[in-house]
């Protein structure tokens, strides 16, 4: 038995796009049993009748809603007034109202004005979509999926007509955000109407030019692609500038006072203000996206590829674009792979370039999407960054107090090193600062880094479970304190350093086992005085970093996919150029070699003070081992991959001591265990650890889906799991690949995994 439709009669004022393409939509999902149009023309109606459009309609405006449960008014805003007016004598007792208008504070004063008792259950509406094409020929019943409605309720506004409306939006497609009319007519002005007094402008200025038909004869793609919205409904946009007039002249005024900053820069030849500007303004957009969606901002810059997209379609597609891994069993890896740059050195470039006074240039630049978390902090706080651009970035210091206030929160995607390291560095700034992530980051704990920190004198306030958003009380003096850290965690200790910048006195951190060196490196590269005593290292506020040259070596944690693959998969010789090698990152290997893999070191060399190498791998018949605790610290961001390589190895394999990969991107132990379990691998967990029994013949995994929990080791890891598995194996979810490593399946591909990628 079908379901009863939400409403018995719908009726729509005003048949143009807008009113028109619900009308279509509400007839097509059988959201009403009957839709009725009221409209000024005689023949949009006989069109729209002849379409079937709607079932019935009148130029009576109060005949047209008479009977209706709900009245949706789509007519120009200047219109708004005489509409409410002269529907008002048929409104029924428990009618709901909404409208389509583009400006909602007039609107809203218009209908306290005409609706009279109806008041109550009127509940402003603002869909965000269109077309180039209008009228009611133009209806499309698909025009507001996945688009987004905004509705204003005001505090008087029956709660139940908001829900009901809210539903019948949902119902058709689209997603519904609530907002005070003061603010959507603020957005508005300055994301819609003041683009378009901009485009109109600037078609007029020049087509009163002497020269113009030269102008419009030889202009490009990007002129007319801004310029286009000029071709918009005259009259329409007249009628909204009138109307939002307060909320354009506030966007317009700042318009133009950073237009005059704009012009003083070009006049003074000031490339820093122009740099500054430009690379601000060519990632803006897409990682307005990112954010909105809570997304990857490589998801939504590949959203901003597609031309045929509306703004409102690409931050839907980002939302709901979800990659999937599909991998067939077998294959060996042989060739050469250069893995993407190590994303702990590439933060590091960006952060202490940023303080660095002069230009720092960086290759081999990770363009990963944690890594562009960073770039985009630091231009959110006035830093010029040129790139990156095939591995290859330029950051324009400024010094060590020469960061800006944000003007919004900082987001930072799903970058946990990002925002450790950035409340260290924070804290010692003048300035307040907010500091967001996306779903995962979270869920993650950062009061570790917040706790020693206030030891200093910084004020950082977190979430009552103690996770993000991360609070930073700027103008705090800090004071160096020695720290003996109760945990291993480079994070820590860095986020340390970096606020003992700032501090007055000494910083100094003991670490009970070692880890990543990689602040300490790089910090005496820029030319800031460390000290190191054993397992301490300390510095002493109130120095100065200096921009440098350096380049980036590839990331051992990429590296280590490559290296269980080419260890578990028969034939496999692969070679792994450049890899960084620095002694408190190679447990991996260390751990790989303990169990019998074939890993030769080749051509050691230093690379801005760091070490790298060469790695060729061959296949080899690994066995389990007890992993040393020793060892741990130094590959915990690689036990993901391991687990897969002690699942192919002959006996069992134990790890203890790491109850940190619990709270990583994921807990990389349950999400790794629960998917190898999926796969027929005999396991046992524990709250620090895991043991795994191997097969070290034949195939050590079944076919199966995975789940990624988001995580991106999660999915890299599994891939490798192919090569030795005896059916496919569905990795879902596979979009966070792009944090530690683009370019990961087009790689592995060619060295011999079969791997495709299905995009939804």
Not at 201 to 210: A, F, H, N
Not at 462 to 484: C, F, N
Not at 599 to 616: H, T
Not at 661 to 669: H, N, T, Y
Request: proline content about 5%.
């Amino acid at each position: 038995m079908a379901a009863a439709p939400m409403f018995d009669r719908i009726a729509i004022v005003g048949l143009g796009l807008i009113g028109g393409s619900l009308a279509a939509a509400v007839r097509e999902r059988g959201l009403a049993r009957e839709v009725v149009a009221g409209v000024r023309s005689a023949r949009t109606l006989e069109t729209a009748l002849a379409a079937g459009v709607v079932d019935a309609g009148s130029q009576d405006l109060a005949e047209a809603v008479a009977g209706a449960d709900l009245v949706f008014v789509a007519v120009p805003v200047a219109a708004m007034a005489a509409t409410f007016a002269a529907m008002a004598p048929g409104l029924s007792p428990h009618a709901l109202i909404t409208d389509g208008g583009s400006v909602k504070g007039s609107v809203i004063a218009a209908a306290r004005q005409g609706l009279g008792a109806h008041m109550r259950r009127f509940v402003p509406g603002h869909p965000i979509a269109g077309k180039e094409k209008s009228g009611v020929e133009a209806a499309d019943p698909l025009l507001y999926q996945s688009h987004r409605v905004i509705l204003t309720p005001e505090p008087d506004t029956n709660a139940a007509a908001t829900a009901k409306v809210c539903a019948l939006w949902t119902a058709v497609g689209a997603e519904v955000l609530t907002m005070s009319a003061q603010e959507h007519d603020q957005v508005l002005a300055e994301t819609s109407h003041l683009p378009h007094l901009l485009a109109f402008s600037l078609v007029d200025t020049l087509s009163r030019q002497g020269h113009s038909h030269d102008i419009f004869r030889y202009a490009a793609g990007g002129f007319r692609d801004f310029t286009r919205i000029a071709s918009s409904d005259p009259v329409m946009w007249h009628d909204i500038f009138q109307e939002n007039r307060d909320a354009v002249l506030t966007a317009l005024d700042r318009y133009v006072a950073d237009l005059a900053d704009v012009r003083s820069a070009v006049a003074a030849g000031d490339s820093d203000a122009l740099l500054g500007l430009m690379t601000r303004a060519n990632t803006a957009r897409a990682w307005f996206l990112a954010r909105q969606g809570r997304t990857s901002f490589t998801h939504a810059q590949g959203a901003l590829d597609e031309d045929a997209m509306t703004q409102q379609q690409q931050a839907a597609a980002g939302e709901r674009s979800k990659p999937e891994f599909r991998l067939q069993p077998g294959g060996a890896l042989t060739g050469s792979v250069r893995v993407a740059g190590d994303k702990s050195i590439s933060h590091r470039v960006i952060m202490l370039g940023a303080l660095a006074d002069g230009v720092t240039t960086a290759e081999g630049f990770l363009e990963g999407e944690d890594a562009l978390a960073t770039i985009q902090a630091f231009r959110d706080m006035g830093v010029v960054i040129e790139g990156p651009q095939n591995g290859r970035v330029r950051v324009h210091g400024v010094g060590l107090h020469g960061l800006k206030a944000p003007a919004r929160s900082l987001y930072l995607g799903n970058s946990g090193t990002t925002m450790r390291l950035l409340m260290g560095l924070l804290a010692g700034q003048a300035f307040d600062t907010e500091l967001t992530g996306d779903e995962s980051l979270t869920k993650r704990p950062m009061e570790r880094v917040a706790k020693p920190l206030r030891d200093m004198g910084a004020v950082i306030n977190t979430s009552g479970s103690g996770t993000p958003p991360v609070l930073i009380s700027g103008g705090q003096p800090l004071k160096g304190l020695h720290y003996d850290m109760p945990m291993a965690s480079a994070q820590v200790k860095s986020a340390l350093l970096l606020a003992g910048l700032y501090a007055e006195g000494r910083t100094s951190v003991t670490e009970p086992a070692p880890t990543r060196d990689h602040s300490e490196r790089m910090l005496a590269g820029f030319g800031y005085p460390v000290e190191r005593d054993g397992a301490t290292v300390a510095v002493q506020g109130g120095g100065r970093l200096t921009g440098c040259d350096l380049e980036v070596p590839a990331d051992i944690s990429s590296a280590a996919f490559f290296l269980v693959g080419a260890s578990i998969a028969p034939g496999s010789d692969l070679l792994l150029p450049h890899v960084g090698m620095n002694p408190t990152r190679t447990g991996v290997i260390d751990i790989l070699r303990l169990m019998g893999a074939d890993i030769e070191v080749l051509n050691p060399r230093d690379s801005g003070g760091e070490p790298v190498a060469d790695l060729r791998v061959r296949s080899a018949r690994l066995k389990g081992i007890e992993i040393p605790a020793e060892l741990v610290p130094l590959a915990i961001d690689e036990f993901p991959a391991l687990f897969i390589a002690a699942a192919c190895a002959e006996g069992d394999t134990v790890l203890h001591g790491a109850e940190e990969l619990r709270v990583k991107e994921s807990d990389r132990i349950q999400v790794m265990a629960d998917g190898m379990q999926t796969l027929g691998v005999s396991l046992e967990t524990y709250p620090d650890g895991i043991r795994i029994s191997g097969r070290p013949d034949g195939a050590a995994f079944g076919s199966g889906d995975i789940q990624t929990h988001h995580d991106h080791r999660i999915a890299m890891s599994f891939s490798m799991a192919a090569l030795r598995a005896s059916g496919e194996i569905r990795i879902h979810d596979c979009s966070n690949v792009a944090t530690s490593f683009p370019g990961f399946a087009r790689l592995s591909a060619a060295a011999g995994l079969n791997l495709t990628v299905l995009e939804p």
